[in-house]
């Protein structure tokens, strides 16, 4: 005869759902810091349009998105497996707040390009020549993922 009573789920399956999704969100922001950032447009008109991108590690910014990421990445993986216990790993998980946010502000810091390097940059020479700097897709990965990280430890925290 067949017994009546169910089998019993994985008891760790669902805490281990928001460490699992740090680590992936973690390792989005350390490949976001090798993709391009900004770069610089320049439309010529009797050449046409000359570009040159700079990725985040060629800034102090991305740097710190990778070590953040490195450091999401960590906290997410020891939460995950279990290393700390299930109370510490949702408080690892919790502390990922920290490079997630200092990860965005960062990411604005950089967006907002406080030496004036951007505005310098800017040149229209009659319609001839426009250049103008660019805001690249990898920054945007970097800014999803900065946030991603963020949330998913708010969420640990608030998560009982």
């Known amino acids: 005869m067949a017994d009546p009573t169910p089998a019993p789920a994985p008891a760790s399956a669902p805490g281990r759902a928001l460490p699992i999704a740090l680590v992936a969100a973690g390792a989005l922001l350390v490949v976001a810091a090798f993709l391009p950032w900004a770069g610089f447009k ?3 008109v009797f050449v046409g349009s000359v570009s040159e991108r700079i990725r985040g590690v060629d800034d102090w910014s991305g740097v710190l998105a990778l070590i953040s990421g490195v450091v999401a990445t960590a906290l997410g993986a020891m939460a995950a ?5 299930a109370a510490n790993g949702r408080r ?3 502390l990922a707040t920290l490079p997630g946010a200092i990860t965005a502000l960062i990411l604005m810091i950089f967006l907002s390009d406080p030496q004036g390097r951007a505005e310098n940059a800017s040149i229209d020479i009659g319609g ?4 103008q700097p660019t805001v690249e897709y990898g920054w945007f990965v970097a800014l999803a993922a900065a946030l991603a990280v963020a949330a998913l430890g708010i969420t ?3 998560r009982r």
């Open 92 to 94: 690892l998980t919790a």
């Open 81 to 85: 497996t279990g290393v700390a216990g």
């Open 156 to 158: 640990a925290l608030v």
């Open 42 to 44: 320049a439309d010529i």
């Open 128 to 131: 001839l020549v426009k250049v």
